[in-house]
């Protein structure tokens, strides 16, 4: 039971899990329909986007989302004691990757190829602390297990269309799904401290001071260090952000003396980044041609 109040205490005092459930609130969802793969998924896009650390008013929305959360204890403990929200905390679904690759990324030189990902080397990059994420990128996103008509078909389709991060994609988006390799090895961040652990264990101390002035101005986010990603590619093939680890994860700062401040906000959406190949198959699947239309799924939101 002490654990049950830690786990909601965390999702309450998480900026991105509390507008969850404040929109949640706002559009009538009760834990049986949050418990649905696809409408947690696009909700959790449209929590993101309610945070939008550029809009200007980033440190006020955090701020109302936290304070309007704890209200919702009840709801929030209902869904996360739903047995079919387990997978919000999954480790990675080997079987049910998808890759999503538009014309602009297909025709860039050379096209980001999952069979051949090119391992990261040295230190990183001024970008790559910032971005808080390798240099090449072969990123995958959990297939999720819904109908066959759903539009919502991973993070990174809800992304296309309720999300905020600044992937303007170029259409057809070519689809794939790719089996990983069982032997593959995967860092699982499933909470804002995994993160900061993940940095503590792989980053580099001297990054530090390299909290982008922009970002802290905008929306108040120090972002810190990140690991260093040839660091890390020495013990791991990929590290997956959970569907927990974005909800608890984003905008939350962790700090210790050994590391300083890190915040994870680079992130939009459940993912998973490859530093190597680690895949033993692959399956096209048919393009998007336009945008995913999901403009019904909340009666108040379009």
């Not at 309007?68 to 709801?75: G, S, V, Y």
């Not at 990123?139 to 990174?156: K, N």
């Not at 503590?200 to 982008?212: K, L, M, V």
Request: hydrophobic share 40%; proline share 7%.
């Amino acid at each position: 039971m002490l654990e049950l109040r830690h786990r909601v205490d965390e999702f309450v005092a998480a900026p991105v899990a509390a507008a969850f459930f404040v929109l949640a609130d706002r559009y009538g969802l009760d834990a049986d329909q949050l418990a649905e793969p696809d409408t947690a998924t696009a909700l959790a896009s449209c929590a993101v986007r309610e945070l939008n650390p550029w809009s200007g008013t980033a440190v006020h929305d955090r701020a109302r989302v936290l304070g309007e959360a704890p209200r919702l204890r009840a709801l929030v403990t209902d869904v996360l004691t739903d047995p079919r929200t387990t997978w919000w905390s999954a480790p990675l679904q080997l079987d049910a990757q998808l890759l999503l690759l538009d014309q602009r990324a297909l025709t860039t030189t050379p096209p980001p190829d999952p069979w051949q990902v090119p391992e990261p080397g040295g230190a990183n990059d001024e970008w790559q602390t910032y971005a808080q994420r390798p240099l090449h990128q072969v990123i995958t996103t959990t297939e999720l297990t819904v109908p066959v008509q759903a539009v919502v078909r991973s993070g990174a389709h809800a992304d296309l269309y309720h999300g905020v991060s600044d992937w303007d994609a170029d259409y057809p988006v070519h689809q794939s799904r790719l089996r990983v390799a069982a032997g593959a090895r995967v860092l699982e961040v499933d909470s804002a401290v995994d993160w900061h652990h993940l940095v503590a264990a792989y980053g580099d101390p001297q990054t530090a001071d390299r909290s982008e002035s922009n970002l802290w101005t905008s929306a108040g986010i120090e972002h810190g260090p990140a690991p260093e990603w040839s660091r890390v590619a020495e013990h791991a093939d990929a590290v997956h952000l959970t569907f927990a680890g974005l909800l608890t994860g984003l905008y939350v700062p962790v700090s210790s003396a050994g590391v300083g401040v890190t915040t994870l906000w680079a992130w939009y959406f459940e993912s998973t980044w490859w530093m190597r190949s680690a895949f033993s198959s692959s399956q096209d699947l048919a393009p998007l041609v336009e945008p995913p239309d999901d403009h019904a799924r909340f009666s108040s939101g379009h």
